[in-house]
């Protein structure tokens, strides 16, 4: 398997992804109370940090911003998955409680600043991209899935598998065909750096919390302007 960022790395070329492959996860049903207070020193931290700025003043949510923008997204309603986390912390809301695997990279895109999600792999079918949208491209949001297909718009970043769209307008809304669960086993994750930022840190930090928290070994990959396909370790 492999993931592409060719067809946009022209048109944004501080991108660069690193593309973590967690293998042998035994996610736990419910979060560990002493993960729940790791998370929640976090998000007083991620308070103390930002506190006195204007989401736009944050370096790593100004970047993707700009890079909305650039591929035509000006509602204010479409803002990329870390700028919903700084604001939720910011407001005293605490990250929600979905797995500790999900709960574990969205502690790494807070502490960090950079979007982040992830899918099992047994429902991803052959390789990856972050590409523009294309006509036959399919998506059902997550949570809605009773409202069918809301596929996206032209000139609009995708992150994709072979047969679906896994995430809308880069790193906005997941498909609901993917998510991760208790019940993964196997799972790829993405971190992403518009020019803001410690990456590698980010990366040591995810792989951390998933081998402390969800059992899990981990190889890394990266994607950038410079090589844009990244071979994945994928292990059965």
């Not at 929640?40 to 993707?64: D, N």
Request: proline share 6%.
């Amino acid at each position: 398997m492999k993931l592409d960022i060719s067809d946009i790395a022209n048109d944004f070329p501080a991108y660069r992804v690193a593309v973590i492959v967690a293998s042998d996860l035994a996610i736990p049903a419910e979060r560990p109370a002493a993960f729940d207070d790791e998370i929640a020193q976090r998000s007083i931290t991620a308070r103390e940090r930002w506190a006195g700025f204007e989401l736009s003043e944050i370096p790593g949510i100004a970047v993707w911003r700009k890079a909305y923008k650039q591929f035509g997204i000006k509602k204010t309603s479409y803002r990329c998955s870390v700028e919903r986390l700084i604001k939720n912390a910011l407001a005293v809301r605490e990250l929600p409680a979905i797995n500790p695997f999900v709960d574990a990279y969205n502690a790494v895109s807070l502490t960090h600043v950079f979007p982040a999600g992830a899918d099992d792999l047994d429902h991803v079918t052959g390789d990856l991209a972050f590409r523009y949208a294309r006509d036959s491209d399919s998506f059902i949001a997550l949570g809605r899935a009773d409202e069918g297909e809301d596929p996206p718009k032209p000139g609009e970043v995708v992150y994709a598998d072979g047969a679906k769209v896994l995430c809308r307008r880069w790193n906005w809304y997941q498909d609901h065909r993917s998510p991760v669960s208790a019940a993964t086993r196997r799972a790829v994750l993405t971190i992403q750096d518009n020019g803001e930022g410690d990456l590698p840190a980010a990366v040591d930090d995810a792989v951390g919390l998933i081998g402390t928290w969800c059992g899990g070994r981990c190889s890394v990959a990266y994607a950038s302007a410079a090589e844009p396909c990244a071979e994945l370790s994928i292990s059965s």
